[in-house]
């Protein structure tokens, strides 16, 4: 890990200075070899470490994580911006959210921390990093959160404005300003809100949106805009006998195109699903979309294991790695460049 870090360290600096001036949203991802899996723990047992990170991931045998006591218990969302060095990660219980600054030796040091008492239930976040915006879902009050000049932000903050949605969100995924939007529950839903940085406070609409035939309930969500592929999880029943079995992974592919005004049923090109598979509560995944990788991630929360799965997989297989975990993954983002 310390030799990536210190190299993805080196190459980030004057990369980051150039983005700060001409905050151009076509700019090449700082070049490097990482891929490293960021893991948030949703544990409220102190002793528990909330922020793992597995470097390298793409293995076939996942080594030790790097665990970081980050303070945050009941931890859901977590990204990596790549440009400035800096992991984001909520606190659902606390509803603090904080930034952490990867250090030349692979380790992670706090940089700010800032806490919204109204943020009632988060669970996912994206980062438009452009517009310096973070995104945050609160499923409880069917709501988007956004925080601008975010990467700034401490102490006590509000929300600059809170987008009201007509069903309760769970995972968002950001691509050029469009949000893709799960809606929990028995909704099957996924949403697409165009130009969401231009959306004004209060109810909201999504431009497009989709079913997804056959699914129970939707959690995770990632997309590709280069391969126009869109992958999402499948919790299925939550509490039943079966609960710790029945979860699974769709994959859409030709997305963009499935996404009407009105909506429409969409059957999944690809599921992954069954005994094998030892999907049973899947609730966020990462997908490697290089096709010399083509390595699907999912945090797996009722079996405590990080879960990989290859691109071609299809119906009830084994996962290609597996690692064994003593907390609960809540969510999951990849670094892979």
């Known amino acids: 890990m310390k030799k990536r870090i210190i190299v993805q360290v080196l190459y980030l600096f004057p990369l980051f200075i150039l983005s700060a001036c001409t905050k151009d949203d076509n700019e090449p991802m700082p070049q490097s070899t990482v891929s490293r899996l960021y893991v948030s723990n949703a544990d409220t047992d102190a002793a528990v470490a909330n922020t793992m990170i597995f470097d390298p991931a793409d293995q ?25 060095g800096t992991v984001f990660q909520v606190s659902r219980k606390n509803k603090n959210i904080r930034t952490f600054k990867v250090n030349t030796d692979g380790s992670l040091m706090q940089a700010n921390s800032f806490v919204d008492e109204g943020l009632l239930s988060a669970r996912e976040m994206a980062y438009d990093r452009m517009r310096d915006v973070l995104y945050v ?21 509000a929300a600059f404005k809170k987008l009201k949605l007509n069903g309760q969100p769970w995972g968002i995924h950001l691509d050029n300003n469009r949000l893709f939007v799960v809606i929990d529950l028995a909704r099957a839903e996924v949403q697409l809100f165009e130009e969401i ?23 995770g969500i990632t997309y590709s805009a280069d391969r126009d592929v869109l992958l999402l999880t499948d919790i299925a029943e939550a509490t039943s006998t079966a609960f710790d079995t029945d979860g699974a992974i769709y994959i859409i592919k030709d997305a963009a195109a499935q996404f009407t ?26 997908w ?25 997989d ?20 990849l670094d892979a460049r």
């Open 60 to 84: 076939t045998v996942f080594k030790a994580p790097y665990k970081f006591d980050s303070k945050l218990p009941d931890a859901n969302g977590i990204l990596f911006n790549p440009f400035s």
């Open 137 to 157: 879902s609160s499923n409880i009050d069917s709501a988007i959160y956004v925080y601008t000049k975010a990467s700034t932000l401490t102490g006590t903050a």
């Open 197 to 219: 940085s231009e959306l004004a406070v209060g109810n909201i609409s999504p431009t497009k949106k989709i079913t997804i035939t056959g699914a129970a309930r939707l959690h």
């Open 261 to 286: 005004a009105v909506g429409k049923a969409v059957s999944p090109s690809t599921t992954i699903k069954g005994l094998n598979t030892l999907l049973g509560n899947p609730v966020d995944i990462a």
């Open 288 to 312: 490697d979309d290089r096709t010399t990788k083509d390595l699907i991630y999912v945090a797996e929360k009722a079996g405590r294991k990080i879960l990989t799965f290859k691109y071609a």
């Open 314 to 333: 299809n119906g009830n297989v084994k996962p290609s790695a597996i690692a064994v975990l003593t907390s609960s993954p809540e969510a999951i983002f």
